[in-house]
């Protein structure tokens, strides 16, 4: 069942920011924070279903199908707004709470559990519904979200726990886990493990030449062997003398949002396996285009070998990471050229890929976006 909403999700949601989305996740939290009140209630016998008793049977099943159509959601969202390795853990800690949430032993576990799963989806939910609200990341935007959170939960525990003399005792037992959560959860943030929402790549790839023309760009790369013929970009990049490397992406980011963001440029170094940073190229993007804000570097001081690409925030964390290699091209040969037209717009009443393929041209206008920083390249392991 999980899979099959996960897969709903992933094809129908399509904006981070869409409210329309935004709302439905917000009716589900809601309604959880009712099942989960009411469920307490009625454990303590300070409430019964009457009339809706036929209903309330199934609250349990309610209560997870909630859970469900929450975590697959997120897990989707996260996993659009980083492609690099390292938060990997996050999305496999997400993918895990969701199989978990099916599991019958799980959906039987005591209240506390309940609570905190609780909790993390609606930390999970505040860490980028905050920034859309507020246009911007960062420490304090997260820390923001951290603490909206812990507000939530402890309010939320005032109306499960009936007046008492150890009422407080209760309120502090039932708010545990979620602050075990919140936790693991900010220590994931400060190693850099949590992808970085509401930002997204939608498109990155290493050309030739890039060319801008009436509005749109053309990215222009070597015509691919017949056995990768679905390649539309230049990796493997084959350098003959006057090449420059032309690295375009499109970075989502929601409406009114505006940050900065950092194309690095590394090279693995063969003796040590470590990766040189050679440039870090500035980037400043505007949100609210559906087909994302479109940005490239160039760089002519490169070397043969293994290179990567990452867009990253201002603080390092990665949102997207591009690997190609750099072979020397020694053939004085015609190179035959393919370009991808990047079009602004799609087609009215389409939803294609806004990349659509040109015939192949004969050979690249040069033209310098960036200029390489002069930086010395930096260990990175």
Partial sequence: MFAAGFLFDFFTLQRIDAWVDLAVQLAYLASLTALLVFQRRAAEARWVPGRSERLWRYNVEAVHFLYGGLLSAYVVLYFRSSTGARPVLFLVMLVAVMGLNEVPAIQRASYRLRLGLYGFCVLSFLIYFIPILLGQIGWWVFLLSVASTAVVVWHVTRWLVAPGPDRSAVRRQLFAPTAGVLLLVSVLYVLRLIPPVPLSVQFQGIYHDIRRERGDYTLVYQEPPPWVFWRR?????????????????????????????????????????????????????????????????????????????????????????????????????????????????????????????????????????????????????
Avoid: C
């Avoid at 079009?343 to 040069?366: C, I, V």
């Fill in 233 to 381: 970009d230049s990796r493997t990049f084959e350098r003959r003398d006057g090449d420059r490397v032309h690295y375009f992406a499109r970075v989502f980011a929601p409406t009114g949002f505006r940050h900065r963001v950092f194309i690095r440029w590394e090279v693995l170094d063969p003796a040590t396996d470590n990766w040189m940073t050679s440039d870090r190229v500035p980037l400043d993007i505007v949100g609210g285009r559906g087909q994302g804000f479109r940005g490239y570097a160039v760089k002519s001081n490169f070397t043969a070998g293994r290179w990567r690409v990452t867009t990253e925030t201002e603080d390092g964390r990665p949102i997207a990471t591009l690997s190609f290699r750099v072979e020397e091209d020694d053939s004085t040969g015609q190179r035959r050229w393919r370009t991808l037209r990047a079009r602004l717009r799609p087609p009215s009443g389409l939803h294609p890929d806004p990349f659509a393929p040109e015939p192949a041209k004969a050979g690249p206008h040069e033209r310098l976006a960036r200029t390489d920083s002069g930086v010395p390249p930096r260990s990175h392991a």
